[in-house]
């Protein structure tokens, strides 16, 4: 069992940046893919980023693909998301997780979640 704590989020002006942070503690941290989610008032809770479990294969969300990169470091069993131009659209709450799988964009896929930091963008 893994537990996970993000950070990092706050307040920012449109086309600023912010980068996330995801520790890991309580359990093997390579032993997992990484994953960032989303949730914005209202609306559904919605993927963002990947790592793979070994390796470095990532994927993302069209909305965010070359604007946001994710990376991990395992011997800080950290997880980062780095996040440039963002917009108002990006307004959310940011949830790490954690899966068994080799890499995936499903929620039920993810067994592991943190608690969220809110990250708000101001136009």
């Not at 940046?17 to 960032?36: E, I, N, P, Q, V």
């Not at 008032?41 to 390796?55: D, H, I, L, N």
């Amino acid at each position: 069992q893994v537990q996970l704590v993000e950070s990092g989020g706050g307040l920012v002006q449109s086309g600023g940046s912010l980068r996330l942070s995801c520790a890991a503690s309580g359990g093997t941290f390579s032993s997992y893919s990484m994953g960032w989610f989303r949730q914005a008032p209202g609306k559904e809770r919605e993927f963002v980023a990947a790592f793979s479990r070994s390796g470095s294969f990532t994927m993302y969300a069209d909305s965010v693909k070359g604007r946001f990169t994710i990376s991990r470091d395992n011997a800080k069993n950290t997880v980062y998301l780095q996040m440039n131009g963002l917009n108002p659209e990006d307004t959310a709450d940011y949830f790490c997780a954690a899966s068994l799988k080799y890499v995936t964009r499903l929620e039920a896929d993810y067994g592991y979640w943190g608690q969220g930091t809110q990250v708000t963008v101001s136009s």
